[in-house]
Every structure is written in structure tokens, then in C-alpha cells.
């Protein structure tokens, strides 16, 4: 598995690997209820920023899989896409994403995610991936499924200290990718 990943440009979106400047953007649209969804959000403090900005800048040396991408517009970060969960046996990855809600309905994650998954399956050279969300994110279930997943699974997911209902799980295959 490749560590570090290239630069991508999506018009005019810059993907990159996080830095720790990302700390104070991503304390500025994860610090709302929104996020709550995720395992770490939302954040409290530029502290709890910093330490998740951390994590994914180590993701590659501690867990050996690549961190994923800031999305970048105007020397901002607005958001980002991680790939996490490297299943070695069915040579699979996870891809999560957030983005600031102030960019919402305007396609950039669709498109970056385009992106991320041409990228997973040509230069990681992965199999399978697999996106999930929580129940009550249909926002994301409709890009899941825009982008060509088919539902996989559905199973309790723990975020933080808490457990949510369900979390429903999708897959896009190699040999069934269409390209987008």
C-alpha cells in the first residue's frame, strides 16, 4: 500500500495532504452540531482540532495506510476525505468525508470524491470500497449512491462514547466501477 498520496486538482479545489494549518479550519466547520456524526466531532476546542489534524497526518506511519485529502479552496481548508479501515484480505479501504457546511449543494464532494476513488482503485490499487453512513445522514446516502455504491451491510456503529442506531454500508467494486 502507497503512504503518501499526489496533489489533485479539481477545478478549482486543490486536494491535498493535511497540515497541521488545517487545525484552525477544521475547528471553524467541525465545531457544529452537523458533525456529530462523526467519530470525533464535534469539536470543543482548536486542541481537539489539532489532535484529529495529528492523527490523520500519522494515519500513514501508525496504521500503514495513506491519510487521505484536505480539500483546499482558496488557501482554506474546507473539508476533507480520509481513507481508513484497510481490510488486507479483501484488499478493501474505507472512504469518510466531510465538508464545510457553508459548501454544501454545490458538488464539490462529488467531485472530489470522483476523484478519490479513481485514485483508490489506480494508484492504491485497491479491490473494493466501501463508504457508510449513519442512519439519519441521508444527505450522504443519496452521494453514496450517485456515486455507484450498491448497500452492503447495515450494523451498530460506535462514535466516540456513543452508540448511533445503525450505520449502513456500501461498496463500489473494481470490476464494476464505471468510471463516473
Given at each position: 500500500m502507497k503512504l503518501s498520496l499526489p496533489e489533485l486538482r479539481v477545478g478549482n479545489l486543490i486536494l491535498r495532504e493535511p497540515i497541521e494549518g488545517d487545525?484552525?479550519?477544521?475547528?471553524?466547520f467541525a465545531k457544529e452540531d452537523m458533525c456529530k456524526t462523526?467519530?470525533?466531532?464535534p469539536l470543543k476546542s482548536i486542541y481537539e482540532a489539532k489532535y484529529v489534524v495529528e492523527s490523520y497526518i500519522n494515519r500513514p506511519v501508525v496504521e500503514k495506510i495513506p491519510s487521505g485529502y484536505s480539500i483546499v479552496y482558496d488557501d482554506c481548508m474546507i473539508g476533507f476525505i480520509e481513507y481508513h479501515n484497510y481490510n488486507k484480505s479483501e484488499n478493501s479501504i474505507e472512504i469518510g468525508c466531510y465538508l464545510d457546511p457553508l459548501y454544501w449543494n454545490m458538488g464539490i464532494m462529488f467531485r472530489c470524491l470522483k476523484e478519490c476513488i479513481k485514485l483508490a482503485f489506480d494508484y492504491?490499487?485497491?479491490?473494493?470500497?466501501?463508504?457508510?453512513?449513519?442512519?439519519?445522514?441521508?444527505?450522504?446516502q443519496c452521494l453514496v449512491k450517485k456515486l455507484g455504491f450498491k448497500y452492503e451491510c447495515e450494523k451498530r456503529v460506535l462514535m466516540g462514547d456513543k452508540y448511533?442506531?445503525?450505520?449502513?454500508?456500501?461498496?463500489?467494486?473494481?470490476?464494476?466501477r464505471n468510471d463516473l
Open positions: 487545525a484552525f479550519d477544521l475547528f471553524q462523526l467519530n470525533w466531532g492504491l490499487d485497491v479491490d473494493k470500497i466501501v463508504m457508510g453512513h449513519t442512519q439519519n445522514n441521508l444527505r450522504c448511533y442506531e445503525l450505520g449502513y454500508y456500501y461498496s463500489l467494486y473494481k470490476y464494476e
